[in-house]
């Protein structure tokens, strides 16, 4: 499983949303110029955010985006899992997937379905507000 760009941009303007409260909606002009991020890539992502109810949009004059709810009620893997289908290793854990003819005898789908569950913890065991918090700098390894 490899997270796209369409997920790591989501990340990155709910963060930048929320760290930019306002009563007002905030252009995503703002938020792209902030984040280093094309406008037209942007305003791809941002229909998937609003259509599932994340963020709200206003159009036209004093328009933009901003958040539904706050930070700590956002969950990195609701997010992922919007912009990335599922995160499922596999193909046979996919939600409404055929069932494999070799389930019964695969040896692997136990180290699968654990690792699912991992990613899946891992990811809903974070909160806008818990990446809000973290510095910059120190998780970067090159």
């Not at 989501?10 to 094309?38: C, F, G, N, T, W």
């Not at 539904?68 to 992922?80: F, H, N, T």
């Not at 599922?86 to 069932?99: D, M, R």
Request: charged share 25%; net charge neutral; with cysteine.
């Amino acid at each position: 499983m490899m997270i796209s760009t369409r997920g790591r941009y989501a990340l990155r303007v709910m963060i930048d949303l929320a760290e930019h409260p306002s009563a007002d909606y905030i252009p995503m002009k703002d938020v792209a110029a902030r984040q280093e991020i094309s406008l037209k890539y942007l305003e791809k992502i941002m229909p998937f955010l609003t259509k599932a109810g994340l963020v709200e949009g206003q159009h036209g004059k004093g328009g933009g985006y901003r958040l539904c709810r706050a930070p700590e009620d956002y969950r990195v893997g609701e997010i992922l899992r919007l912009t990335e289908g599922e995160l499922a290793p596999v193909a046979c854990l996919e939600h409404g997937a055929k069932p494999c003819p070799r389930v019964g005898s695969c040896r692997t789908i136990g180290m699968w379905r654990g690792f699912n569950d991992l990613t899946n913890k891992y990811f809903d065991g974070i909160t806008l507000a818990d990446l809000m918090s973290e510095t910059v700098a120190d998780n970067y390894v090159i």
